[in-house]
């Protein structure tokens, strides 16, 4: 079964606007991961956050992890129609170390 | 050219038959991945590898074969094909120093017909 669950399933913005996605998981780990997928390519990693770590930064996007809540949130401010592709978080020691476990992602539209 | 490959691009086979999906990459990263992508399911782990000649099973590997005799490659086959196993496949690679992230091939589209 899947460690990451992410919501939503699916997201519809305009230009300009900032995207939230969420992240819950169902046990420990050691990182987590977000990727990014464009329609019929590979995944880009885009941030890992450790389990000891609150928040991240990355250009326009800012990730936060909530370990007690076993949530994590993937922000992208000022979003842009080239941010339009799936978004996957991924867990990394759930499964024993050095294994990625995927949520099913959120695909995300921004519309010009 | 650095990176990781997946050959080919493109695939179809038939019920019953075997066939072989290959992953390349360049870096000498100790631990290289499958995973299959469904619509619906995100990604799941078929197999991985933490070095040449250790292998170990993921999500699902019923159906698969792995084998890894050199760091660089690794193979995954598909004994005797089945059409659940219509997919998108994808090979990463992780380098085993910092907790990187996984660097993902391009991807194998198979259809079993």
């Known amino acids: 079964s899947q460690q990451g669950e992410e919501d939503p399933q699916a997201l519809s913005i305009q230009e300009g606007e900032n995207a939230t996605m969420n992240c819950s998981y169902k046990?420990?780990?050691?990182?987590l991961q977000w990727y990014r997928q464009n329609s019929g390519r590979g995944l880009v990693h885009l941030i890992l956050i450790r389990s000891n770590e609150r928040e991240k930064h990355s250009g326009r996007l800012r990730v936060t992890l909530d370990t007690s809540k076993k949530s994590s949130s993937l922000l992208i401010t000022a979003s842009r129609a080239a941010d339009t592709a799936s978004y996957f978080c991924a867990t990394d020691g759930a499964g024993g170390y050095n294994k990625l476990i995927f949520g099913a992602g959120t695909r995300l539209a921004v519309h010009p | 050219d650095a990176g990781i490959t997946q050959s080919p691009r493109y695939k179809i086979t038939e019920t019953g038959r075997q066939v072989t999906l290959m992953c390349h990459q360049t870096?000498?990263?100790?631990?290289m991945f499958w995973y299959r992508q469904d619509l619906g399911h995100g990604l799941r782990l078929i197999y991985y590898?933490?070095?040449?000649?250790?292998?170990d099973k993921g999500e699902v590997p019923d159906g698969y074969v792995v084998s890894r005799s050199k760091t660089e490659n690794f193979p995954l086959t598909l004994e005797s094909a089945t059409r659940s196993q219509t997919s998108v496949y994808f090979c990463a690679s992780k380098g085993d120093t910092e907790p990187y992230g996984y660097t993902f091939g391009s991807g194998t589209r198979l259809t079993v017909v």
């Open positions: 046990t420990s780990i050691n990182n």
């Open positions: 870096w000498s990263h100790s631990y």
């Open positions: 590898s933490a070095a040449a000649d250790i292998t």
